[in-house]
């Protein structure tokens, strides 16, 4: 039984050497997103972690299990709606994507809970809230033009 310890130990130091790939890939300025100071203030502190390619990694990012967790909801995150790949994303994917960001705004399903968690400071407040909802009505608004 007080073996069990060392084992325990012995494992989180051999899954280590699972090690995600954290290189944030390139932001072309032509792709990214070009919004409003206030807008980019509120989607770079609470979106852009998972739906940007600029990433800000804590230190526990390179903590086996959690850094595969995290690899997880980036890429996942990345392909769900990526900030920085904007102006390419299939206006159809997009328009669809938007369609639930409002939903997922108001019932705070975004930020994903288990990132506030750590990241208090990306919880949405009720006017950061409004903001993006107007910014990304607009840009339902022009997708359902075009
Ligand atoms: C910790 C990572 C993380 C953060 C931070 C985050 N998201 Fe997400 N988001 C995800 C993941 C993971 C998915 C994909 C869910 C899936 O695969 O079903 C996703 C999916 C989405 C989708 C697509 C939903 C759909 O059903 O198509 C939208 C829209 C979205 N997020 C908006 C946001 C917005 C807006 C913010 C900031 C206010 C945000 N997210 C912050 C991880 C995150």
Redesign the pocket.
């Known amino acids: 039984m007080k073996y069990a310890i060392f084992i325990v130990l012995g494992i989180l130091l051999v899954i280590q050497v699972i090690r995600p790939d954290f290189t944030n890939p390139k932001v072309n300025p032509q792709e990214e997103l070009h919004a409003s100071v206030p807008v980019m203030k509120?989607?770079k502190s609470?979106?852009y972690?998972?739906?940007s390619n600029e990433t800000k990694y804590p230190w526990y990012s390179n903590i086996a299990p959690v850094s595969w967790f995290m690899a997880d909801?980036?890429n996942?995150?990345r392909?769900?709606?990526n900030f920085s790949n904007w102006a390419m994303i299939d206006p159809k994917v997009k328009l669809?994507?938007?369609k639930?960001?409002n939903h997922?705004?108001k019932r705070d399903l975004?930020?994903?809970s288990n990132?506030t968690w750590m990241?208090k400071n990306?919880i949405?407040k009720p006017k950061q809230k409004k903001l993006?909802e107007e910014f990304f009505d607009k840009q339902i608004q022009k997708l359902k033009k075009s």
Do not use: E, N, T
């Open positions: 509120v989607l609470s979106c972690d998972c739906h909801h980036i996942r995150g392909k769900a709606l669809s994507r938007l639930r960001v997922l705004i975004m930020p994903i990132y990241h990306a949405l993006l």
